[in-house]
Nanobody, 113 residues
Framework: VQLVESGGGLVQPGGSLRLSCAAS????????MSWYRQAPGKERELVAN????????NYADSVKGRFTISRDNVKKMVYLQMNSLKPEDTAVYYC???????WGQGTQVTVSS
């Protein structure tokens, strides 16, 4: 199982970013996928997850209404669209395949003026 994130960067408060995760090594369309994040000095926390066909999603309260998780089972990709970003969203964001307990390497998101 391999997960490779991309799309992080520096953005001003109120801005947007789209994170991508490319998956390989397993039958992607069969499994739930998740995004987590870890801020400095804090524990890793679940941001969102999405069911195998994309019909079911759930979000941490802190990101509801601002973030959207989606997937493309043909391309074997999972995405996290992040809007109205806040400084407290600053963290390393990780793609996660729960069934395999497999993590990506993470991508840094920094929200700062």
């Amino acid at each position: 199982v391999q997960l490779v994130e991309s799309g992080g960067g520096l953005v001003q408060p109120g801005g947007s970013l789209r994170l991508s995760c490319a998956a390989s090594g397993f039958t992607f369309g069969y499994y739930v996928m998740s995004w987590y994040r870890q801020a400095p000095g804090k524990e890793r926390e679940l941001v969102a997850n999405i069911g195998s066909v994309g019909a079911s999603t759930n979000y941490a309260d802190s990101v509801k209404g601002r973030f959207t998780i989606s997937r493309d089972n043909v391309k074997k990709m999972v995405y996290l669209q992040m809007n109205s970003l806040k400084p407290e969203d600053t963290a390393v964001y990780y793609c996660y395949a729960p069934t395999f307990s497999s993590w990506g390497q993470g991508t840094q998101v920094t929200v700062s003026s």
